[in-house]
Structures are given as structure tokens and as C-alpha cells.
């Protein structure tokens, strides 16, 4: 039998890996675990070094997607577990219930009438309702339903509003199996847990984000034509700390690098200064890490008088005070001295954990994937070891063609 | 029934608001004036609403369907209908949602709307795919270091024969020239041994893989799927491959230009690579220094990091202590750039006392009597210092070596086209392996600045883009951004005037010329963004179903009230990859625009052609507005310089207003972001308000 290749993660690079396969006449499908395709990219305001939005990238493979018969996707869904061998694996793949079915248009009656509510990003961010759709450009374009906060049969209004019979309320998990010849996995990363770093105060503190919520706010602001406003009273941040390292370098949380933080901070910065020339922004790094031709986004920063750097870890960020600014302790190396500073906001930069691992699938003493480990079972891009966008496309490009054999044909 | 291509039917969708803000039963009145059959559903996408499309569309041999419903980025594989052509009328998103319902202004947009997708229906024509007679399924791989042997030995396990290409007297390029390994995770003690030769004998002795040692190219001319190669040797031998992965690979940065810091020293100053072939060969001297970032970071040298330097040099640190224990060895960096898993091998050679690391600039490197000294400022520990030392090692940075070497018989140059710092790719963070020429996929540190082990994925991953080439090829298909695009550029070549400008101005370097200077197509380089119908100003370039015709006939079909009506019309063209999809987002979030705009969707805002501009002006549009993807240094045009050409043709347009005695405002080129749905509707609404001031085209009442 020829079974299709399986693509597990639906971020950047199982999209990529997903579409370079099928475009080479492969059958491939395509799961991920949340309600739509594109990962934590799909939620991002810009990449690095171009500072442009990554919806334009996307958009470009949700076309390819949508215009290829040989990618099948499910949304909502995971492995559960996996046998076989090369050639032959058995995938169980558990589906969430999206509580909307096919039969959706995107008109969004649903969520006008949804009365309850889900969290959302903070900092004056609109509310999204349990019926939701994350923007005009999502894949696929329907809505769904968050069962979490849902109220189901008790309410019903958006059963009652929907022209289309898209609304399925009881509708419930299913397991589906796959047969497949390989597999390429691409479960991808998530936020150091930043309240795991005591001395830094996220948990107690609103206004310290880390680098992934501080994207989000940005680019919600941007979707909503509106001035960025800190999660603790919307207003607008006249002084924003980028702390670099926040877990990353360090034994006690994560020994390596993530690669990522360093552009991503000065990105930030630099995006910052373009869009509030009024905001000032510093930096705390250990070193400055801007590999390739992301040397140009430092650059850039350093002719830009609003952004600071400054050589050193911080030690503790102290409580608010009355004003809502919030205290960095931190050990200047350039200057020799310890700095107390104050700030409106201050970002976190976390660094890049692996995902949980499909079972079947070992992992090196930090938790990634280790390759070369089954025979036609392929680790692509983040879950490997930390990297960014330019590099998990490569990664995952390179991931397909390890997964096409002579034998096939 | 027969089809009949003249046979069209009108579908139209009133779910969604459609009908709320449309009166489609008007709608049907022009379809039957227009002698096309007509129904309408209050769901066309649902299941009775296609079975009613599909039974209405065979029931009268139809072969083109106006589909009046949302917006074509929705229920995309709903509504595509095996061997029709199918217009999507975007009823939804660029009317009922983004503009007043049951308004005498918003049913004149649909109606607009819908007899433009029958103009064009009625004006496209119908070709079959371009298909080459005969494809090579063999790739060529130019340069067998690192990332060629890797791109090589990925080619060969997914079934497709390999002509490797080395200038060189073996395989394996710089990675055989490696004394020792940086550790891997498992073994952080230690420094590995080099393994290439297992890969370059795999290599050699696989049986699908033809291997040219010591050989160059002469010539590589034709198009993806039929490229003829030609080596430059005594018997020119020749082959044809479908395509090309390029892993030419780099260079060091000349270090002739670094004598400010000491090079030409030749006992005293070494680089990188010179110093990691004399470990190899000879002992090492008691103090050594090592200078990061020798050239690179530097806007007078190399202005990118070359991302191996910082490793390299600690793991020659490494060297320095295991071939002598007595030496002392130190570090100047401006940051150490030990990414990834590399920084517990930073870790590890900071646990040696030996070895001191410090951030500083450095200011010169002199010899004084026997040792160098190199003297520092604003390091960790004073603001001035100077250390003394036996040998200076440069870490001199990555140049890439470029793709000149390729002979490429192409009107547009023998090479890739570098963007910034020749690197030879186009979009390197969502598509790093596309280059300008199609079918040419550049890998390793030709394209970027990257290690060994990011080489070796780079080679598998351009292979992967390679072989999909030609499959595409074989389909008829265009490669990304177009993927599985069945139209291609047709050239009427009796009025062609032989002035070069598709030549010239495709991103692609499609099309090349006879000795005469007429143009030469080769549609399977090209991606189809239309740029060369855009560039042609006798007209003659089209595509199936993007034309001069089919275009100008959507200006056309659009009705123009009189001047006293005061109903402005202004064209808008709006560029179908970013610029679209950020109206169809203004309209997901209901942001209202002005009902007086005729949108019309193209390939690449560089497609737009000057004759639309001036049939519209002719016809009595008030004003056009141009709306694509980001120009400049960090340009999100899918075609690297549609929009840009668009600005620069920009000017030749003012010429075409002033002969016709018209406001130059009357043409208008924005550029937007594909988040940019706010920004697109302030567009759109702003230069409606600024046309109201000028006034009506006077060319309206005549």
C-alpha cells in the first residue's frame, strides 16, 4: 500500500514540510493540536531581521494548502500513540471537538451573540467570546468554539443564530487511525515558564511579560489600530526593560542558548521606536547574539538613540512602586557597578523549551528530540534543538526529502 | 448538452449579508440583459447549494461560472469545478461587509462587480499547461563540500540521479580541511574527530551519482526540467539535468585588508583557516590571542556576523591547550555567539584557567621584537590594556564564493542575483531556499553564513526544492510562489518592437534574446507574476486568463455616471498576495470603504499595465489607485521588485497624465502590509476624499 506521509505539528515547519512534500506529488497529512494552522508564527506581530508581518509568508502556504489535493489537515488534533514500523505506522489521532463543523462561512453571527467570554491577550486587548475566529486571516477560515468556557445546550444562542447548521454543540472527541509510511515531526516549542525564575517576579507582577506576551500585545494593538497598552492599567509604557537570558545560560533553568531571544528583543525594540518614538527602551544582555545577517537589526539599534544596552544579568526585579514602575537590580559589567533602574513594563526574554515528544521518541538531557532514533520517523526544526523561522523552514524542507525514498517509487 | 465556452452561468450566494445588502433579483435583471443563465441560493457552499451549482452548470454545458459569493481565499475546495473556469465575485468582502447595506451606491458596486467577472470570463481564453517534450529528472549539484555531498546523498536515497560537479581534486571541501570537531552533546569532553570521508565514500560509490573532480562549468543555458550542461573540460562534455542545487560554498574575508591588525605578520599573524592547517602540522607558541570578528560585524569589511567565527576560535583554544599545557591563550570578543546547545562547549572553555576571554575593541596589533602585542580598549578589565603574545589568530569571517561559476547562458547574467552582502537567495526567512533563478537552489554557506551541521540539513533541504522543480515541470505547473499555476506568458510576436524591457525587467531572467534582441521565452522559468505584462508597451505579452484584453475589458464593463450624478468611480488595483487578503481581513473585522471603488485583483502590482491606466482614465474613472506589497531594502514582494518597478514606472505615468492634461493625483501608488486591514481601508477612504476634491474626470462626458 502506499500510505501518506504523516506531519505532525501544523506550525511553520509542518507547514513547510507538509507542502514541499505534497508539491513533489506526495500524499500527506497534516494534524495539529490547536484550532487553526500557522503556531505560535500565526500570533506573532513581525519576524526578524524584516520586521514584516508573518501572515505574508503564511498566506502563501495556505494557498498552497488550500490549492493542493494531496494535503489532508485535521485541526484539534494529537497523537496518542504510535506502532509500526517503516513503511507501515499506525497513528491513533485523537480530534477535539470543534463544536463547528464544515458547513461554517466565517460570517460570525455565532460570536455576536456568544455571550461568554475567553481569555485573551491583556493590555486593552478586545475580548474574544468562546465562539471566536483569531482574525480574517486564519486557516482554516471558520470558527470555533472554545469547549472550555462554552455553556453548550444551556445557552444555544448561536445554534439558533447560525444560517448554515454549523453549530454542533454536542458534538464529541473522536480517534481517528492513520496509516502511514513515515512521519515527520514537528510538535515544536514553548515558553520557558518564566514564573519558574522566583527572583524575577512574573507571577506577581503584571507589567513583567515575557517575550511571547509582549508579541502578542504588540500585535494585537496593530490588528486593533490602537496605542500598545501594559496588561496592569492599559497605558501607555514610557520606559520598557528588555531582560535577556531569562532562563536561557543559566544552570539552574535552561543550560543552553535559545537562539531566538536576542533578535527577537532588539526586533522589539526597533519596532518599538518606529511605531512610539516617545517610548525608551533598554536593553540586559549577557552577550548579544544576532547571528548572520540579523547583525543588521543590531545595528540599526545602536543608531537609534531610544534603545540602550547594557552589558549585564539582572539580578531581581524589585516590586511596583505607587506609580506602577517596576525596579531592576542589575551588575553593569562595562561600568563595574550595580544599576538600579525603574521601568513601566520589562520583557522577560524567555527562551525556547521543546514540546512533549510523541511517544516512541527520546529526548536529549534538555528535553529535544534526538535524531536518527526510529527508522522513517523524521524530527524537523524547534523540537531538535532551539531555532528560528529561517531555520525550522530550512530544517523542515530538509526533513521532507529525508522522509522520500528510492523504494517508494 | 455540448460546452460551449460562451456559455456562462451566474451563481450568486445571498448567505452571509449578501442579501441583506444586495438586491440580487437586480443582480439576475443584468445577468438575464447579458444573456446569462442565472440562480441564486441563500447557501451556495452548503451541500444543496453546489448540488444545485453543478446541476445548473452541466445543465447548459457551461464552462464558465461567475460565482457572486465570498471571497475566493473562502471554501476554496468547495467551489473549485473540475475542468471550469470559475470567477469568484467577491460579493462579501468587498461589498456586504465593508460597505452600507441596501444602499443605491453598494448595489451599483455588485453590479459592477458582477458584469466585470463576465467581461473577463468572456475575454480569457483556454490553453493547455506548458509541457516540455522531454524533462530531465536529474539534478546538477555545483560544488561537493559539505552541503553538495549532503544535497547529493539526499538526491540519491529519494531515487533521482546526481551529476556532482567539484572545481577541486576531491569531494568534501572545507569539512576535510578540519583538524577537529566542536564536541556534540553527548561527548562535551572531548573534541571529535572529523568524519567526511564516510560521507564522500557513500558518495563516490553510489551507482545513481555521476562525480567531475577537478572540472569547472563551461555553460548551463535552457530552462527547468531542459537544462543543458556543459563542463569546461577537453571534451566539453555535456549532459541535461531538471535542475540545479548551487552549494559553491565561501571563502575567508581577504585577510589583505585586515594589516591594521597585524596581518602579513606572516610568523606572527594567522587567520582561522590558516591556523587550523598549522595545529595539524605544527607546534604551538606559549601565548596565543585570538581576535573575533576580524573583518566581520564592520562596516568598512563584512557588515553581517558570520555566525562559525566565535565557535571556531574557542575550539581552537582547545588546540592551543591540548598541543601545549603550558600555554596561555586569550580570547577578545565583542560577544561570544555560542548559540544553541554550542554554549556548554563555551562553558567548558571557560572552566580553563588558561584560557582568558574578554569583550574589547581592538585598537592595533604591532610586533614588537618577538611578540605581537595587541593592544585593547574597553575591555572587562581596563579600559586600555595590551597583551603580549607569540601569535595572533584572526577570526576572519565567511564571504560566499558566489555563483558566477555557473555560466548561466541567461540574457539577465551568469549568476545568481545576490540581493544583500551576495548572498544568493530572495526570501530567506519564510523560503530560504528560492532564488532568482528558478530552478536554482542555493545551500549551504553560499547563501548565509552558517556551520557545518547547518550546512549539511541546507544541502538536503535545497535538494528537496530541487527534484519538486521538476515534478512541477512535469505537471506543467509554475514553482512558488505560484505553486501549481497551469497558465504561463504567451508572446504575440508580430507586433513585438524587439525594446527589451520583459527582458529586462522579469525578476527571473525568463526570457532571453536572439542576437536581434527579440525575446526568447522560457516558460518554465517563469513564476507567472505577469511582470512582463506589465513591462510590454506594444501589448503583446498575456496570459490565458490575465491579459491586456481580459483587463481592459473589466475596466470597461464597469458603468461611469455623468459628472452631475456625483458618483466618483476610482479603479483600484490591488496586488492578489498581500494586499487582498488584507481587505478581505478589513472586511472580517467590518471595516467600511467607499462604495465608489472597483477593485481589481492582480498577479503582482508590477502586472499592471500603463494601457489599463489610460483605458481607465478614457473610459471616465475619476482616479486609480495602485496597492501592493512593501518595496526597499526589506521588500515583501513576492517578486522581489514588482512593487519597486511599479514606483519607478510611476513617473512615466505622470507623463501619460500630462498628455492627457489630467491632475497628477489622479494615479496613486500605495504600498501596505498583509496585517495592514486597517491601513488598506484609511488608504482606500482617504483618496476618495482627495479625488472629491479635484473633481470629476473631464473625460467622463465624452
Known amino acids: 500500500m502506499n500510505f501518506p506521509t504523516l506531519v505532525i505539528g501544523g506550525g511553520i515547519s509542518g507547514i513547510t514540510a507538509a507542502v514541499e512534500l505534497a508539491e513533489t506529488g506526495r500524499e500527506v497529512v497534516l494534524i495539529e493540536k490547536a484550532p487553526y494552522l500557522g503556531g505560535h508564527v500565526s500570533g506573532f506581530h513581525n519576524y526578524f531581521p524584516k520586521l514584516c508581518p508573518p501572515a505574508c509568508g503564511l498566506e502563501i502556504n495556505y494557498r498552497r494548502i488550500r490549492s493542493n489535493p494531496r494535503i489532508t489537515y485535521y485541526t484539534g488534533a494529537e497523537v496518542t500513540s504510535i506502532c509500526g514500523a517503516e513503511g507501515d505506522f499506525t497513528a491513533s489521532v485523537s480530534i477535539e471537538p470543534r463544536l463547528i463543523n464544515n458547513n461554517c462561512t466565517a460570517c460570525g453571527k455565532c460570536a455576536e451573540v456568544c455571550p461568554v467570554e475567553r481569555n485573551s491577550v491583556p493590555g486593552g486587548a478586545k475580548v474574544q467570546k468562546a465562539a471566536y475566529i483569531n482574525g480574517g486571516l486564519s486557516f482554516p477560515l471558520k470558527y470555533t468554539i472554545d469547549q472550555e468556557v462554552c455553556l453548550r445546550e444551556s445557552c444555544r444562542r448561536c445554534m439558533d443564530v447560525c444560517a448554515f447548521d454549523a453549530i454542533q454543540l454536542d458534538a464529541d472527541s473522536a480517534v481517528v487511525e492513520l496509516h502511514v509510511r513515515r512521519v515527520i515531526v514537528a510538535t515544536g516549542w514553548h515558553s520557558y515558564p518564566a514564573e519558574l525564575i522566583a527572583n524575577y517576579r512574573y507571577s506577581e507582577e503584571p507589567d513583567v511579560l515575557t517575550n511571547v506576551e509582549f508579541e502578542h500585545l504588540m500585535a494585537a494593538a496593530h490588528r486593533e489600530n490602537r496605542k500598545l497598552g501594559r496588561p496592569s492599567d492599559g497605558a501607555l509604557p514610557g520606559r520598557i526593560a528588555f531582560v535577556q537570558c531569562a532562563g536561557s545560560r543559566d544552570l539552574n533553568h535552561l543550560p543552553y542558548c535559545s537562539v531566538v531571544c536576542c533578535s527577537a528583543s532588539v526586533k522589539h525594540a526597533l519596532t518599538l521606536a518606529e511605531a512610539y518614538p516617545e517610548i525608551e527602551t533598554e536593553i540586559f544582555y549577557i552577550d548579544l547574539r544576532l547571528t548572520g545577517r540579523n547583525e543588521k537589526l543590531l545595528r540599526k539599534a545602536e543608531q537609534t538613540d531610544k534603545i540602550t544596552f547594557t552589558k549585564g544579568k539582572v539580578g531581581r526585579i524589585g516590586k511596583g512602586d505607587e506609580g506602577g514602575r517596576i525596579i531592576l537590580e542589575v551588575e553593569d559589567i562595562m561600568a563595574g557597578k550595580k544599576q538600579r533602574n525603574s521601568f513601566d513594563l520589562v520583557v522577560l526574554a524567555t527562551g525556547l523549551v521543546p514540546n512533549p515528544l510523541i511517544p516512541l521518541l527520546s529526548a536529549n538531557e534538555y528535553g529535544f528530540c534526538n535524531v536518527n532514533q526510529v527508522e522513517g520517523i523524521y524530527p524537523a526544526a524547534s523540537c531538535k534543538r532551539p531555532m528560528d523561522v529561517s531555520a525550522s523552514v530550512k530544517d523542515a524542507t530538509a526533513a521532507a526529502i529525508k522522509s522520500m525514498q528510492r523504494s517508494d517509487e | ?702
Not at chain 2, 80 to 103: F, H, I, S, T
Not at chain 2, 133 to 151: E, H, R, T
Not at chain 2, 159 to 183: D, M, W
Not at chain 2, 573 to 589: G, Q, R
Open chain 2, 1 to 702: 448538452m455540448s460546452e460551449r465556452s460562451d456559455h456562462i452561468v451566474l451563481a450568486m450566494c445571498t448567505g452571509c449579508s449578501i442579501g441583506d445588502a444586495i438586491d440580487t433579483k437586480k443582480l439576475g435583471l443584468l445577468a438575464q440583459e447579458e444573456g446569462v443563465v442565472c440562480f441564486s441560493h441563500p447557501a451556495l457552499c452548503s451541500e444543496a447549494g453546489l448540488a444545485k451549482l453543478h446541476a445548473e452548470a452541466s445543465g447548459c454545458g457551461a464552462k464558465r461560472i461567475a460565482l457572486a459569493a465570498c471571497s475566493p481565499r473562502a471554501k476554496a475546495e468547495q467551489f473549485a469545478m473540475e475542468g471550469k473556469y470559475v470567477e469568484r465575485v467577491n460579493l462579501r468582502e468587498q461589498v456586504a461587509w465593508v460597505m452600507e447595506p441596501d444602499e443605491e451606491d453598494t448595489q451599483m458596486c455588485a453590479e459592477d462587480l458582477v458584469r466585470m467577472a463576465l467581461a473577463k470570463l468572456r475575454a480569457i481564453g483556454d490553453k493547455p499547461p506548458y509541457m516540455p517534450a522531454a524533462v530531465s529528472s536529474d539534478v546538477l549539484v555545483v560544488g561537493g563540500g559539505i552541503a553538495g555531498l549532503n544535497a547529493a546523498m539526499a538526491g540519491l536515497n529519494a531515487g533521482y540521479k546526481i551529476h556532482l560537479v567539484e572545481q577541486g581534486e576531491a569531494l568534501g571541501g572545507y569539512a576535510t580541511r578540519i583538524h577537529k570537531l566542536v564536541p556534540d552533546l553527548d561527548h562535551q569532553e572531548k573534541l571529535r574527530e572529523p568524519d567526511t570521508q564516510t560521507m564522500v565514500d557513500l558518495v563516490m560509490a553510489h551507482p545513481h551519482v555521476k562525480v567531475y573532480l577537478n572540472s569547472t562549468l563551461k555553460s548551463i543555458g535552457g530552462e527547468p526540467g531542459n537544462l543543458s550542461v556543459t563542463l569546461d573540460d577537453d571534451q566539453n562534455t555535456e549532459f541535461s539535468v531538471g535542475s540545479v542545487v548551487v552549494s559553491t560554498g565561501w571563502k575567508p574575508y581577504d585577510p589583505g585588508k585586515l594589516t591594521p591588525l597585524g596581518y602579513g605578520d606572516t610568523s606572527g599573524v594567522k587567520t582561522l583557516e590558516e591556523f587550523e592547517h598549522h595545529v595539524s602540522q605544527h607546534s604551538v607558541p606559549d601565548r596565543v590571542t585570538f581576535i573575533l570578528c576580524a573583518g566581520s560585524r564592520d562596516e568598512a569589511h563584512l557588515s553581517y556576523c558570520s555566525a562559525y567565527c566565535c565557535t571556531a576560535a574557542l575550539k581552537q583554544a582547545l588546540y592551543v591547550r591540548e598541543k601545549n599545557p603550558n600555554a596561555q591563550v586569550y580570547i577578545i570578543y565583542r560577544d561570544i555567539r555560542t548559540s544553541g546547545f554550542q554554549e556548554d562547549f563555551y562553558r567548558r572553555v571557560q572552566e580553563d584557567d588558561s584560557i582568558f576571554l574578554t569583550k574589547g575593541r581592538i585598537q592595533s596589533v604591532n610586533r614588537v621584537g618577538v611578540s605581537m602585542q595587541t593592544y585593547i580598549k574597553g575591555s572587562l578589565i581596563d579600559e586600555e590594556i595590551v597583551i603580549e603574545s607569540d601569535m595572533v589568530v584572526l577570526a576572519t569571517g565567511m564571504v560566499p564564493s558566489g555563483s558566477e561559476s555557473l555560466h548561466l547562458q541567461y540574457r539577465l547574467g551568469e549568476g545568481l542575483p545576490g540581493i544583500e552582502y551576495d548572498f544568493s537567495d530572495s526570501h530567506f526567512i519564510c523560503f530560504p531556499y528560492e532564488t532568482r533563478r528558478t530552478g536554482f537552489y542555493a545551500a549551504g554557506t553560499v547563501r548565509a553564513p552558517m556551520d557545518l551541521e547547518s550546512s549539511a540539513e541546507d544541502g538536503s533541504g535545497a535538494m528537496m526544492k530541487a527534484i519538486q522543480c521538476i515534478e512541477c515541470v512535469k505537471r506543467g505547473e509554475a514553482v512558488h510562489p505560484r505553486s501549481g499555476d497551469l497558465t504561463f506568458p504567451e508572446l504575440y510576436m508580430e507586433r513585438c518592437t524587439d525594446c527589451k524591457r520583459c527582458t529586462e525587467e522579469c525578476p527571473f531572467g525568463a526570457y532571453d534574446e536572439t542576437e536581434k534582441g527579440t525575446p526568447l521565452s522560457n516558460p518554465a522559468r517563469c513564476r507567472r507574476c505577469g511582470i512582463c505584462v506589465g513591462s510590454c508597451p506594444e501589448r503583446v505579452i498575456g496570459f490565458a486568463d490575465f491579459s491586456i484584453n481580459s483587463v481592459s475589458a473589466m475596466i470597461k464593463a464597469v458603468h461611469i455616471p455623468d459628472e452631475f450624478e456625483e458618483k466618483p468611480r476610482v479603479l483600484v488595483f490591488v496586488c492578489e498576495n498581500d494586499a487582498y487578503p488584507a481587505l478581505d481581513a478589513a472586511a472580517s473585522y467590518r471595516l467600511k470603504y467607499s462604495p465608489f471603488v472597483r477593485i481589481i485583483p492582480v498577479r503582482c502590482l508590477g502586472s499592471v499595465n500603463k494601457v489599463w491606466i489610460s483605458d481607465a482614465l478614457s473610459h471616465g474613472y475619476d482616479g486609480i489607485l495602485q496597492i501592493g506589497c512593501k518595496p526597499g531594502d526589506d521588500y515583501q514582494c513576492h517578486f522581489i521588485h514588482g512593487s519597486e518597478l511599479t514606483r519607478q514606472r510611476g513617473e512615466n505615468l505622470q507623463e501619460t497624465l500630462e498628455t492627457m492634461m489630467l491632475e497628477p493625483e489622479r494615479i496613486m501608488t500605495k504600498f501596505v502590509e498583509i496585517s495592514g486591514h486597517h491601513q488598506i481601508q484609511e488608504m482606500i477612504n482617504e483618496y476618495v476624499e482627495a479625488l472629491a476634491l479635484i473633481g470629476p474626470n473631464p473625460f467622463k462626458s465624452m
